[in-house]
């Protein structure tokens, strides 16, 4: 059965908002422009796959609302305070600035690799003591937040609401809390805004001693600085919905009345179907360990594989990372670069505008475009998004090679240069292609002399 595609230029976006569990239109507080916020990586130590996973996906999303004419303003933080960062410091007698100067820019120059180019801002904890320290006092001020022996806390149980993104319960976080933390917290889940210091720690003044801010804390002040204090979505890995988006809703719903108003959170990473982190016994093998180290996986398969393979899912759902799969996403990438061929080297990606004008006129290709549309604005469905440009790929033809060259670039993909990533590829398809590649490149000859250049 075919369906009646919905007009391109029919603009409903729906995004699924992790807070009320359900899609919603997206609805920017300013028209016209979007404002998320995306929790960044803590820069301590080399950089594995799980930290540009999120980056990836949100810079789809942001590729996808530019497309649809928004204004997009991305804020991914880097945090370059944490007890992770000054452990590391301790153990190795290294200055905490270097360490995070060094995986600081270790990660944007993965994330410049891997073809994300939406992120307006990379705030660092360290730029933003004052605020933090100002934002604090407030909270201070109007008693939502206490001094006790080691620090300042929140004060969890006047805040209404609390546990309503995770579905926790205060009752059930007093049995699971730590209750040996001393300095007289009022309730034992109360959490730290700011820790004072201990030897041979950092610190920053404040006016109740030198210290350091809270992880949490670190968001809510970033966030609100660079957006406003109510923005549209804020975003972040499944795993960061409890403690830290929790805490980040009451201290700003605390501190301004407001925060952020749809939360999407992206699925973690697998293997084999697991959860993989790093207490698993199999970690300590270095040989398994490697397969997710950045390094290791961008030299062995490109950047533009790993971007192919985390956008080949949905946001929503984990995606399965392993050597097999990114070897078998890189032949199917590289089966398209081939029949895109010639293309692939020509610079340019025109706007969804130019390229609905291109294909008006095209009663085969204005369906898979219609299509293509529908299912990035369903909550931005890059999987089916791409499933539909291999559909549009075997119709072979130049007009149609075109369209998935343009609307790949749209999502970061196909772009000059990238074909570097599958060329091992091209070379073994010379005796092993699979069949249905061989047969379309024997119709489309100016593809297939590119093809033997190559
Ligand atoms: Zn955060």
Redesign the pocket.
């Known amino acids: 059965m075919v369906e009646t595609p919905r007009p391109v230029d029919d603009m409903a976006i729906s995004v699924f908002n992790t807070l009320t569990r359900r899609k919603e239109p997206l609805a920017p507080i300013r028209p016209g422009e979007v404002g998320i916020?995306l929790?960044?990586p803590t820069v301590y130590d080399d950089c594995h796959i799980g930290h540009v996973a999120g980056p990836i996906m949100f810079d789809a999303v942001a590729c996808w609302l530019r497309a649809r004419d928004f204004r997009v303003r991305l804020v991914n933080?880097i945090?370059d305070i944490d007890d992770k960062i000054i452990n590391r410091s301790r153990e190795t007698g290294e200055p905490w600035q270097a360490i995070t100067r060094r995986y600081t820019d270790q990660y944007l120059g993965y994330l410049a690799q891997l073809k994300v180019s939406t992120i307006s801002d990379h705030p660092r904890c360290s730029d933003y003591i004052p605020q933090m320290v100002a934002y604090i006092a407030e909270l201070v001020r109007h008693d939502r937040a206490y001094v006790a022996a080691d620090g300042v806390y929140f004060d969890i149980e006047k805040q209404a609401g609390y546990g309503k993104l995770s579905g926790r319960k205060l009752d059930e976080m007093i049995a699971g809390a730590r209750i040996e933390r001393d300095g007289g917290l009022r309730h034992p889940a109360d959490f730290a805004l700011w820790k004072l210091v201990k030897p041979g720690e950092p610190s920053w003044d404040s006016p109740w001693g030198a210290g350091r801010p809270g992880?949490?804390i670190?968001?809510?002040v970033?966030?609100t600085a660079l957006l406003g204090e109510n923005f549209d979505i804020h975003a972040?890995g499944d795993d960061?919905k409890f403690p830290?988006?929790e805490n980040?809703i009451a201290q700003a719903e605390a501190h301004s009345g407001c925060y952020a108003n749809c939360w999407m959170h992206n699925g973690l990473l697998q293997y084999e179907g697991t959860k993989i982190g790093k207490s698993d016994p199999r970690m300590k093998d270095p040989e398994f360990r490697k397969q997710f180290r950045l390094d290791w996986i961008l030299s062995s398969y490109g950047p533009s594989t790993v971007r192919f393979l985390i956008l080949q899912g949905h946001y929503r759902r984990p995606s399965d990372f392993t050597s097999k799969q990114l070897e078998a996403q890189r032949k199917a990438l590289g089966r398209l670069h081939r029949l895109l061929g010639p293309g692939m080297a020509e610079p340019g990606s025109p706007t969804l505008a130019e390229i609905e004008r291109a294909t008006a006129s095209d009663p085969t290709l204005a369906p898979h475009l219609a299509r293509f549309a529908e299912v990035m604005d369903d909550d931005f469905r890059t999987g089916d998004a791409i499933a539909e440009l291999f559909t549009v790929a075997k119709l072979e033809t130049p007009a149609a090679l075109r369209l998935v060259r343009d609307l790949g670039r749209l999502l970061g993909l196909f772009q000059p240069g990238d074909e570097k990533d599958t060329q091992a590829e091209t070379a073994a398809a010379g005796g092993a292609a699979d069949q249905q590649v061989a047969a379309l490149m024997e119709l489309v000859l100016p593809l297939r002399q590119q093809v033997r250049l190559a």
Do not use: F, K, P, Q
């Open positions: 916020y929790c960044g933080n945090t992880w949490h670190e968001c809510s970033m966030s972040g960061l830290h988006h980040e």
